[in-house]
């Protein structure tokens, strides 16, 4: 870990010393994967995605999948026992040891109530907030191939216009981002977030970071605001 980097504080509610468990809360369009997997590779932790988790079951056509796929295109929340399968996939206990950056859990206080699923509660919550006008925007223009690398037509685009410059895939849009869907995944976004802000604030996890401008200039934002958050230098 670089010197001066947020360590998680200098003790942690279950897990030992290291368990620097964060979690990305954010807007549809927010940045939340392309911060996490940024701040994953400056913690040296994982980078848990759900979206993605979940995109991986309903390729695999299981019958987990086929359900999960009839909540995704409508984007809808999946329900909470098909969720909390996806989840023991990707957290298992020594990854809740070491630590992660979770993207995508909780959604809703039911789900921050469940800290079992999150393999213990959070050492921190980074809220990324943009304006919905600029979560429109960033959707209609993202791309990804189906390993999950993104991009974005104007802001991130591929050196290979619509392959994916790691793996050479084609790139596609997201069913869920045409646009009346992301409408109604801002609304249900808005609906629940308040009540799980204010639960983490009263817990003094949360951590405000302003997501617009450059990613590169985002990621500093949350490193610094977690450095001071952390009380560490
Ligand atoms: P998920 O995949 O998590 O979708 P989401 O939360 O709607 O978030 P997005 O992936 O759309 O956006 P993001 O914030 O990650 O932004 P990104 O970095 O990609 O979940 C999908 C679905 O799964 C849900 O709708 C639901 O059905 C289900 N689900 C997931 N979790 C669940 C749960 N816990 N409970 C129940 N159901 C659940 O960036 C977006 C674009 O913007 C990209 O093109 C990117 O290149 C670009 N961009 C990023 N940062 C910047 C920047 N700073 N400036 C300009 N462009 C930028």
Redesign the pocket.
């Known amino acids: 870990m670089m010197p001066g980097m947020w360590s998680g504080g200098p003790t942690a509610p279950t897990g030992g010393p290291a368990a620097r468990r964060v979690v990305l809360l954010?807007?549809?369009?927010?940045?939340?994967?392309?911060?996490a997997a940024r701040l994953a590779a400056s913690l040296g932790v994982p980078h848990i995605?759900?979206?993605?988790l979940?995109?991986a079951v309903v390729a695999r056509r299981t019958a987990l999948g086929r359900e999960?796929a009839t909540?995704?295109e409508r984007?809808?929340?999946?329900?909470?026992r098909l969720?909390r399968d996806v989840l023991i996939e990707g957290i298992t206990p020594q990854v809740a040891l070491d630590g992660y950056v979770l993207?995508?859990?909780?959604?809703?206080v039911e789900?921050a109530t469940d800290t079992q699923a999150m393999g213990g509660p959070p050492r921190a919550v980074v809220h990324?907030w943009i304006t919905d006008q600029e979560a429109v925007r960033?959707?209609a223009?993202?791309?990804y191939c189906p390993e999950g690398h993104?991009?974005?037509l104007e802001?991130?685009p591929s050196r290979f216009g619509l392959r994916c410059e790691l793996d050479g895939s084609r790139l596609v849009v997201?069913p869920?981002?045409r646009e009346e869907v992301v409408r109604d995944?801002l609304v249900l976004?808005h609906r629940r977030i308040d009540p799980l802000l204010n639960r983490y604030a009263r817990e003094g996890l949360l951590v405000e970071v302003n997501?617009?401008?450059?990613?590169e200039d985002?990621a500093r934002r949350v490193l610094d605001e977690l450095t001071a958050a952390s009380g560490s230098p």
Do not use: C, N, W
């Not at 995605?49 to 993605?52: E, K, M, R």
């Not at 993207?103 to 809703?108: F, I, K």
């Not at 997501?211 to 990613?215: F, K, S, V, W």
């Open positions: 954010g807007a549809p369009g927010s940045g939340k994967s392309t911060q995605a759900v979206g993605d979940l995109r999960a909540f995704m984007g809808e929340l999946v329900p909470d969720i993207d995508g859990y909780p959604r809703s789900q990324l960033r959707l223009g993202r791309r993104v991009y974005h802001d991130a997201r869920d981002d995944r976004y997501a617009t401008g450059e990613p985002v």
